[in-house]
């Protein structure tokens, strides 16, 4: 029987993924590094001090870890402001499952960027649970922040639902013991590994009714 259901942020609830990648290619060029061909794939999941690491050492920023955190999430946190790409029909989801079971959200964003978009989306109270990787040891596909969110929602991580859009998500939920429901970006589909961790596969967040996770308790 399903205990809980642990949502991602970024790609199934907000769709920021390509607001993350426009804003990091953009700070990477004007910090003297290069983006590679498997830079986006690389950074869906890890945590803010990991990606960090990432553009000032691997990528060549001419900027410092801290600086690079800093700054990025400041662009994006000024993009927000402006506006918080949610994706069509995603909160009426996250409520009618929180009908139903206790729900969580296990982010590689920010705090500061959960907490924006909980608020503009109305669905800070409907989580029991949230947590960043920033307040994680490692970030995805490590499962630490699904088995944290698990022990704060008191459910058995195997008793929990994940709901995940990047094979790291997928990854990292699984390495949880979670069930996942995958429901990937048509701009980042699934590595086939990850594809076959999910137990299954939706082509948008609206197709995430109730009776889904019901099949799979």
């Known amino acids: 029987m399903v205990g809980a259901v642990v949502f991602d942020l970024d790609g199934v609830i907000v769709d920021s993924e390509p607001v993350w990648e426009e804003v990091r290619r953009a700070y990477i060029a004007a910090h003297g590094g290069t983006w590679q061909a498997d830079t986006q794939r690389r950074l ?4 803010t001090g990991e990606w960090a690491r990432y553009l000032s050492g691997e990528l060549g920023v ?10 990025v999430v400041e662009e994006m946190a000024q993009r927000y402001a402006q506006r918080v790409p949610v994706i069509d029909g995603a909160d009426q989801v996250v ?3 929180a009908a139903r079971w206790p729900l969580g959200l296990a982010s590689s964003s920010p705090t500061r960027l959960i907490a924006a978009a909980l608020a503009a989306t109305d669905l800070t109270d409907e989580f029991q649970a949230t947590l960043s990787t920033e307040q994680t040891e490692r970030g995805k596909p490590a499962p630490d922040v699904y088995l944290a969110v698990a022990r704060q929602l008191g459910v058995d991580p195997t008793r929990c639902v994940a709901v995940e859009d990047s094979s790291n998500g997928v ?7 979670m069930t996942v429901v995958a429901v990937p970006h ?4 699934l590595d086939p590994d990850a594809q076959q961790l999910a137990a299954t596969v939706l082509n948008s967040i609206d197709e995430l009714t109730p009776q889904v996770v019901d099949r799979l308790a």
Do not use: D, H, I, K
């Open 171 to 177: 990854r990292s939920a699984a390495a949880a013991g």
């Open 186 to 189: 048509l701009s980042y589909p």
């Open 62 to 71: 001419r900027r410092s870890a801290e600086q690079v955190a800093a700054e």
């Open 44 to 47: 869906m999941g890890m945590s």
């Open 95 to 97: 409520r009618r499952l």
